[in-house]
């Protein structure tokens, strides 16, 4: 039986990438690994955590001791690390807790596996990146996997330099790795401090829809279970060494996508329609706000045969119906540090 450790499957994507393989590999042993922080949620994965192939491991990528003792004892065949701090706002906020979760983790955890792994003999660290890493783009041209690393948030720069120490264990210990790098999801679980679910989230409540700047900056969004199944095609497919780009040929300003949103939530709410669009507020941009992400990700739909299965205004309907489906979910989310997180963020802007 393969021994496959899944790190931050208790997070947005994480837990999508947990319930495809536990559910996908019933001769697969899945160990989930997270250290349940704000962002973490055992609601996520409710559904499997009774299955005979899932052990769940609550514990810190940070603590040294516990990542080689679980290591030894497990002897993985192959890891995919998802755990991380992941919103840029508080990357701005606090960068050094990037610094510590992103980086020096990911490097503690590279070390356990260096450490243990007798030889590097079918095993895998597979890391999941952003396309963050390479920077803003102007209104033209796509991130290629061979587009220069530049960075330009706390997050980022962290995430980069993760991506640096992978490739880096690579080149200097020959330990066989590979990397992806997608752009921004969306989809069930997700964490209401990113824009849709924020959004969901304030107009269920007749809040303030807060949009940075002049809401023209751009992102590629992509249904987050269509990012698991890249996953999954990369981890039994990838060529080892090499980076993937996901994306989703789906490009967005984002006042175009709160207003699509808005309309999806008067008919879901059966609101009068522009009732929410009332509530869009623009407020002080992010500080070095990205103006663009866009992803070629031709090389993965070549090489693998992956690409995306969901329309956007499908994804974004299958989005709204499942939080409007589970509000003790957001309720519970919502309730404790987030307001105080939520009055924070906006009370200066
Ligand atoms: P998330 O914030 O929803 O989840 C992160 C998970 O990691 C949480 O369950 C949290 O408890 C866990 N975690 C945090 N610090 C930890 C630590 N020190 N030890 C163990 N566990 C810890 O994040 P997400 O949006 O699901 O992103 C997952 C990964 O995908 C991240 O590496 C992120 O950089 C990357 N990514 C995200 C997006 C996106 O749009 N959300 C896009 C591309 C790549
Ligand atoms: P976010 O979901 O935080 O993802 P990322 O910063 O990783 O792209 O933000 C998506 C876009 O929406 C980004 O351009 C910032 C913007 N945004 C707002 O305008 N208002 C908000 O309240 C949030 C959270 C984001």
Same mark, same amino acid.
């Given at each position: 039986?393969?021994?496959?450790?899944?790190?931050?499957?208790?997070?947005?994507?994480?837990?999508?990438?947990?319930?495809?393989?536990?559910?996908?590999?019933?001769d697969?042993?899945?160990?989930?690994?997270?250290?349940?922080?704000?962002?973490?949620n055992?609601?996520?994965?409710?559904?499997i955590?009774?299955?005979?192939?899932?052990?769940?491991?609550?514990?810190?990528?940070?603590?040294?001791?516990?990542?080689?003792?679980?290591?030894?004892?497990?002897?993985?065949?192959?890891?995919?690390?998802?755990?991380?701090?992941?919103?840029?706002?508080?990357?701005?906020?606090?960068?050094l807790?990037?610094?510590?979760?992103?980086?020096?983790?990911?490097?503690?955890?590279?070390?356990?596996?260096?450490?243990?792994?007798?030889?590097?003999?079918?095993k895998?660290?597979?890391? @999941?990146?952003?396309?963050?890493?390479? !920077?803003?783009?102007?209104?033209? *041209?796509? &991130?290629? =996997?061979?587009?220069?690393? /530049?960075?330009?948030?706390?997050?980022?720069?962290?995430?980069?330099?993760?991506d640096?120490?992978?490739?880096?264990?690579?080149?200097?210990?020959?330990?066989?790795?590979?990397i992806?790098?997608?752009?921004?999801?969306?989809?069930?679980?997700?964490?209401?401090?990113?824009?849709?679910?924020?959004?969901?989230?304030?107009?269920?409540?007749?809040?303030?829809?807060?949009?940075?700047?002049?809401?023209?900056?751009?992102?590629?969004w992509?249904?987050?279970?269509?990012?698991?199944?890249?996953?999954?095609? @990369?981890f039994?497919?990838?060529?080892? !060494?090499?980076?993937?780009?996901? *994306?989703? &040929?789906? =490009?967005?300003?984002?006042? /175009?996508?709160?207003?699509?949103?808005?309309?999806?939530?008067?008919?879901?709410?059966?609101?009068?329609?522009?009732?929410?669009?009332?509530?869009?507020?623009?407020?002080?941009?992010?500080?070095?706000h990205?103006?663009?992400?866009?992803?070629?990700?031709?090389?993965?739909?070549?090489?693998?045969g992956?690409?995306?299965?969901?329309?956007?205004?499908?994804?974004?309907?299958?989005?709204?119906?499942?939080?409007?489906?589970?509000?003790?979910?957001?309720?519970?989310?919502?309730?404790?540090?987030?307001?105080?997180?939520?009055?924070?963020?906006?009370?200066?802007?």
């Open positions: 039986m393969k021994k496959v450790l899944i790190t931050g499957g208790a997070g947005f994507i994480g837990s999508h990438v947990v319930r495809l393989f536990v559910n996908k590999y019933p697969y042993h899945i160990f989930n690994l997270d250290a349940l922080t704000y962002a973490g055992l609601e996520n994965i409710e559904d955590e009774d299955k005979p192939n899932y052990t769940f491991v609550k514990a810190d990528i940070n603590d040294e001791k516990a990542m080689l003792n679980l290591f030894e004892k497990e002897a993985f065949d192959g890891v995919i690390h998802l755990a991380a701090e992941s919103h840029v706002d508080r990357s701005i906020e606090d960068p807790a990037f610094l510590k979760t992103n980086i020096m983790g990911t490097v503690n955890l590279l070390n356990a596996a260096r450490k243990t792994w007798k030889n590097f003999d079918d895998l660290f597979y890391h @999941i990146s952003t396309d963050e890493v390479y !920077g803003s783009l102007g209104e033209t *041209g796509f &991130f290629l =996997e061979t587009t220069s690393y /530049d960075p330009k948030s706390p997050y980022s720069a962290s995430k980069a330099s993760s640096h120490f992978v490739r880096a264990y690579q080149n200097t210990y020959g330990m066989p790795v590979v992806s790098n997608c752009s921004n999801n969306y989809g069930p679980n997700q964490f209401p401090e990113k824009l849709i679910p924020l959004c969901i989230n304030n107009i269920q409540n007749n809040r303030p829809l807060p949009i940075y700047g002049k809401g023209e900056n751009i992102r590629d992509l249904y987050v279970v269509d990012h698991a199944r890249a996953i999954d095609v @990369i039994h497919s990838g060529r080892v !060494g090499e980076t993937y780009n996901i *994306g989703g &040929f789906n =490009e967005w300003s984002n006042i /175009d996508l709160v207003k699509e949103l808005c309309k999806v939530m008067d008919e879901k709410l059966g609101r009068p329609k522009g009732t929410s669009e009332k509530l869009i507020t623009y407020v002080t941009d992010r500080a070095g990205d103006l663009r992400y866009a992803i070629d990700a031709t090389k993965i739909k070549d090489e693998l992956w690409e995306p299965s969901l329309q956007f205004e499908e994804g974004l309907r299958k989005t709204v119906d499942w939080y409007l489906e589970n509000e003790a979910w957001l309720k519970n989310i919502t309730s404790g540090d987030y307001q105080n997180y939520y009055n924070k963020l906006y009370q200066d802007r």
